[in-house]
């Protein structure tokens, strides 16, 4: 793991250390104002549930016959974590469109045995959570880049979106409306990027 103030190396068994690692990472609180609200809403940087999803994912389907490891970046707004081997749904859209298990699991007796210690689950709901609690916190939706065939980058960002967009997303909610919500967000930060 590296950060902005620090690195640190972790060894096997890296069940044992996800503890540790979240530990290191500097959530800070953040303070935002929405309209016809007096107070500004306060939260951490980061929704611990969304380290948890990604960082474990990473850990149950890393390729560990490639010798690489796991790498968790921490910028000073953005997460970015890495891990080898193919993402096995093949895009992102599929996993939220799919509302069901993967049927096939590359570590079949890690990914048990993260199952049976409350790590992760089995019915393929965790990736949609993640894009929900970003949704609901304002913050942009996590990002899968899967454009290397043999790795997966997952980048999660620690500010918020304009309020405007914000308030849109809000809104749609929903998981039924999630790849449409993926098309249309792409969009708009595409054209955002453009003025």
């Known amino acids: 793991m590296w950060t902005n103030h620090e690195y640190e190396h972790f060894s096997p068994p890296l069940l044992l250390n996800v503890n540790t690692i979240y530990s290191k990472i500097w959530n800070v609180k953040y303070r935002y104002l929405t309209e016809n609200i007096l107070f500004p809403t306060e939260i951490t940087?980061?929704?611990?549930?969304?380290?948890?999803?990604?960082?474990?994912?990473c850990i149950a389907h890393q390729d560990y016959g490639l010798n690489s490891r796991i790498n968790v970046i921490e910028k000073p707004e953005e997460l970015i974590f890495t891990n080898v081997g193919n993402f096995i749904p093949k895009t992102i859209e599929t996993v939220i469109e799919q509302d069901a298990p993967q049927e096939y699991y590359r570590n079949q007796f890690l990914a048990n045995a993260m199952v049976n210690l409350n790590m992760i689950d089995t019915i393929g709901s965790g990736i949609k959570k993640m894009f929900l609690l970003q949704m609901q916190r304002y913050f942009p939706l996590p990002d899968y880049d899967l454009s290397q065939p043999e790795k997966v980058k997952v980048k999660i960002t620690g500010k918020i979106?304009?309020?405007?967009?914000?308030?849109?997303?809000?809104r749609v909610g929903g998981p039924r409306v999630y790849k449409k919500l993926i098309t249309a967000v792409s969009s708009c930060m595409a054209s955002l990027a453009y003025t």
Do not use: D, F, G, K
């Open 161 to 170: 979106w304009t309020l405007q967009i914000s308030e849109a997303i809000s």
């Open 45 to 57: 940087q980061y929704e611990p549930y969304v380290i948890r999803e990604v960082l474990h994912n």
